[in-house]
Protein backbone atom coordinates (compact mmCIF):
# COMPACT_ATOMS: atom_id res chain seq x y z
CA UNK A 1 0.00 0.00 0.00
CA UNK A 2 1.44 3.33 -0.98
CA UNK A 3 1.36 6.22 1.28
CA UNK A 4 -1.09 9.24 0.60
CA UNK A 5 2.19 11.54 -0.96
CA UNK A 6 3.40 8.21 -3.61
CA UNK A 7 -0.68 7.83 -4.26
CA UNK A 8 -0.60 11.95 -5.04
CA UNK A 9 3.12 11.68 -7.02
CA UNK A 10 1.02 8.52 -9.10
CA UNK A 11 -2.33 10.78 -9.68
CA UNK A 12 -0.17 14.04 -10.65
CA UNK A 13 1.71 11.83 -13.31
CA UNK A 14 -0.83 10.08 -14.85
CA UNK A 15 -3.18 13.61 -15.06
CA UNK A 16 0.40 15.29 -16.98
CA UNK A 17 0.19 12.16 -19.04
CA UNK A 18 -3.32 12.04 -20.35
CA UNK A 19 -5.34 14.95 -22.18
CA UNK A 20 -8.73 13.47 -21.98
CA UNK A 21 -10.89 11.94 -19.41
CA UNK A 22 -14.27 9.93 -19.74
CA UNK A 23 -16.93 12.25 -17.79
CA UNK A 24 -19.78 10.41 -16.41
CA UNK A 25 -23.54 12.75 -15.60
CA UNK A 26 -26.65 11.36 -14.78
CA UNK A 27 -29.63 11.64 -17.71
CA UNK A 28 -32.49 11.34 -15.90
CA UNK A 29 -31.53 8.05 -13.61
CA UNK A 30 -29.17 6.65 -16.35
CA UNK A 31 -25.56 7.27 -16.72
CA UNK A 32 -24.17 9.04 -19.45
CA UNK A 33 -20.78 9.11 -20.44
CA UNK A 34 -18.43 11.87 -22.78
CA UNK A 35 -14.91 12.20 -23.84
CA UNK A 36 -13.86 15.55 -22.58
CA UNK A 37 -10.01 17.03 -22.61
CA UNK A 38 -9.31 17.90 -19.05
CA UNK A 39 -6.54 19.34 -17.29
CA UNK A 40 -6.16 19.42 -13.17
CA UNK A 41 -5.07 22.60 -10.58
CA UNK A 42 -1.44 21.70 -9.08
CA UNK A 43 -3.48 20.65 -6.06
CA UNK A 44 -5.64 18.23 -7.39
CA UNK A 45 -8.57 19.18 -6.16
CA UNK A 46 -10.18 20.90 -8.88
CA UNK A 47 -10.09 19.36 -12.46
CA UNK A 48 -11.60 21.21 -15.75
CA UNK A 49 -12.53 20.84 -19.08
CA UNK A 50 -14.54 22.35 -21.84
CA UNK A 51 -18.14 22.24 -23.45
CA UNK A 52 -20.40 24.53 -25.22
CA UNK A 53 -23.59 25.15 -23.46
CA UNK A 54 -25.71 23.07 -25.81
CA UNK A 55 -24.44 19.94 -25.00
CA UNK A 56 -26.44 17.09 -23.26
CA UNK A 57 -23.58 16.81 -21.01
CA UNK A 58 -23.62 20.51 -19.77
CA UNK A 59 -27.93 20.09 -19.63
CA UNK A 60 -26.89 17.08 -17.39
CA UNK A 61 -24.75 18.91 -15.24
CA UNK A 62 -27.14 22.08 -15.26
CA UNK A 63 -30.02 19.63 -13.31
CA UNK A 64 -27.21 17.23 -11.63
CA UNK A 65 -24.40 18.55 -10.99
CA UNK A 66 -22.56 15.67 -9.40
CA UNK A 67 -20.05 13.73 -12.02
CA UNK A 68 -17.13 11.62 -12.07
CA UNK A 69 -14.41 11.13 -14.74
CA UNK A 70 -11.66 8.61 -15.30
CA UNK A 71 -8.47 9.12 -16.49
CA UNK A 72 -6.36 6.14 -16.99
CA UNK A 73 -3.23 4.77 -18.87
CA UNK A 74 -4.32 2.17 -21.14
CA UNK A 75 -2.59 0.89 -23.99
CA UNK A 76 -5.56 -2.10 -24.69
CA UNK A 77 -2.87 -4.69 -24.45
CA UNK A 78 -2.40 -7.63 -21.92
CA UNK A 79 0.01 -5.74 -20.09
CA UNK A 80 -2.74 -3.61 -18.81
CA UNK A 81 -3.60 -5.99 -16.53
CA UNK A 82 -0.40 -5.62 -14.50
CA UNK A 83 0.51 -1.71 -15.31
CA UNK A 84 -2.56 0.36 -16.31
CA UNK A 85 -3.92 3.08 -13.91
CA UNK A 86 -6.79 4.18 -13.45
CA UNK A 87 -8.54 7.34 -11.17
CA UNK A 88 -11.93 7.96 -10.68
CA UNK A 89 -12.74 11.34 -10.10
CA UNK A 90 -16.07 11.91 -8.18
CA UNK A 91 -17.18 15.39 -7.27
CA UNK A 92 -19.54 18.38 -7.87
CA UNK A 93 -19.19 20.53 -11.20
CA UNK A 94 -19.93 24.42 -11.58
CA UNK A 95 -19.22 26.77 -14.48
CA UNK A 96 -15.64 28.60 -13.72
CA UNK A 97 -17.00 32.14 -12.63
CA UNK A 98 -15.96 34.75 -15.03
CA UNK A 99 -13.63 36.51 -12.83
CA UNK A 100 -11.38 33.10 -12.77
CA UNK A 101 -12.02 32.03 -16.51
CA UNK A 102 -8.48 33.74 -17.61
CA UNK A 103 -6.66 32.15 -15.26
CA UNK A 104 -8.14 29.12 -15.72
CA UNK A 105 -7.98 29.27 -19.31
CA UNK A 106 -4.59 30.00 -19.38
CA UNK A 107 -3.72 26.46 -17.40
CA UNK A 108 -6.20 24.90 -19.89
CA UNK A 109 -4.50 25.98 -23.04
CA UNK A 110 -1.24 25.15 -21.84
CA UNK A 111 -2.29 21.35 -22.06
CA UNK A 112 -4.73 21.83 -24.96
CA UNK A 113 -3.29 24.63 -27.49
CA UNK A 114 -5.81 23.25 -30.23
CA UNK A 115 -8.34 23.72 -28.10
CA UNK A 116 -8.17 27.45 -28.29
CA UNK A 117 -10.68 28.80 -30.58
CA UNK A 118 -13.00 26.31 -29.03
CA UNK A 119 -12.56 27.57 -25.49
CA UNK A 120 -12.86 31.25 -26.70
CA UNK A 121 -16.25 30.37 -28.29
CA UNK A 122 -19.10 32.00 -26.41
CA UNK A 123 -21.36 29.47 -26.30
CA UNK A 124 -18.06 27.33 -24.29
CA UNK A 125 -18.57 26.91 -20.59
CA UNK A 126 -14.87 26.31 -18.76
CA UNK A 127 -16.16 23.56 -16.38
CA UNK A 128 -14.25 23.06 -12.90
CA UNK A 129 -14.61 20.00 -11.01
CA UNK A 130 -14.23 19.73 -7.26
CA UNK A 131 -13.52 16.64 -6.12
CA UNK A 132 -14.36 14.93 -3.08
CA UNK A 133 -12.42 11.60 -3.30
CA UNK A 134 -10.26 9.84 -6.06
CA UNK A 135 -10.06 5.89 -6.38
CA UNK A 136 -7.02 4.70 -7.86
CA UNK A 137 -6.70 1.29 -9.46
CA UNK A 138 -3.71 -0.63 -10.25
CA UNK A 139 -2.24 -3.91 -10.84
CA UNK A 140 -5.88 -4.99 -12.20
CA UNK A 141 -7.52 -4.78 -8.55
CA UNK A 142 -5.45 -2.54 -6.28
CA UNK A 143 -7.90 -0.11 -5.37
CA UNK A 144 -7.42 2.62 -2.91
CA UNK A 145 -9.10 6.34 -1.67
CA UNK A 146 -7.67 9.77 -1.30
CA UNK A 147 -9.92 11.94 -0.18
CA UNK A 148 -9.27 15.30 -1.05
CA UNK A 149 -11.72 17.49 1.44
CA UNK A 150 -10.09 19.06 4.64
Known amino acids: ???KEEVLSQVTGLFSDQKFA???TNQKGQPYSNLVAFASAGDLKT?????????????????????SLLIDSRSNSSADFADAVAV?????????????RDLIL?????KHPELKEFVLSPTCAMMQ????????????QNVQELHMKI
Open 106 to 110: EKYLA
Open 22 to 24: VLS
Open 88 to 100: TAVGKTEEVSKDE
Open 129 to 140: VTVDTYYIVNRF
Open 47 to 67: LYFATTRATRKFANISSDFRV
Open 1 to 3: MKN
